[in-house]
């Protein structure tokens, strides 16, 4: 066989199940840049914000801090639930907690979204692969079957079709779960953060 197939080639080489496989893989990159995109645009930077809010209430300018919270809710994360925090703060301390823990976890829900579709398409994709090298495997066998001189070239050859499919669908699975695993870090990091930033400004509410 030539060696240096393009990759127009491997593809035609794949058979039909590399259609399913290019749908993955497109799906896959546009669910991670479209994640990206928005874990760029709201931002998860915490202790800037809790710092500036810590100023306002050691100055007793609690209404001041809610007003500078009000103005960062659309893309700083973290900004709605310290506002939760402090408008649920007259009701007493448990009521202010589960407020901003509320408001965490819905934030979080929206910072995840997506997400099961990527861990989804890690596990569909190698499948759909193994099932195309199967599916390549019985054509390859069912030539040899009809050949009435079998020798290594025709055997190797189908081999090496049938196992292509397998190769792109363990490519999407890893570019999946490396991006799965390095935007939850990023959203994990976020949540542990901002958990401690609600635990420090408790007192000060309270004080």
């Not at 100023?55 to 009000?70: H, I, P, S, T, V």
């Not at 570019?175 to 953060?193: G, H, M, P, R």
Request: proline share 2%.
């Amino acid at each position: 066989m030539e060696k240096g197939f393009s990759l127009i080639e491997l593809f035609k080489l794949g058979g039909p199940f590399m259609w399913v496989l290019l749908a993955f893989s497109v799906a896959t990159i546009g669910i991670v840049i479209e994640r990206c995109i928005y874990l760029a645009w709201h931002n998860c930077k915490v202790a800037p914000v809790v710092e500036k809010v810590k100023a306002y209430l050691r100055q007793n300018k609690k209404d001041e801090a809610e007003k500078f919270l009000a103005s960062y809710t659309h893309k700083q994360t973290v900004a709605s639930i310290l506002l939760a925090l402090l408008s649920n703060s007259k009701y007493g301390e448990n009521r202010m907690e589960r407020a901003a823990e509320s408001e965490a976890q819905e934030r979080i829900r929206r910072m995840e979204n997506g997400f099961n579709y990527l861990t989804a398409l890690s596990s569909l994709a190698p499948l759909t692969g193994f099932l195309g090298t199967v599916s390549g495997m019985i054509g390859a066998f069912q030539s040899i079957a009809e050949a009435t001189d079998v020798n290594a070239q025709l055997v190797a050859g189908g081999i090496y079709e049938a196992l292509i499919t397998t190769v792109f669908g363990l490519i999407i699975a890893i570019i999946a779960l490396v991006a799965y695993n390095l935007l939850i870090q990023k959203i994990d990091t976020f949540a542990a953060e901002t958990s401690k930033a609600i635990n420090d400004l408790v007192p000060e509410l309270i004080a």
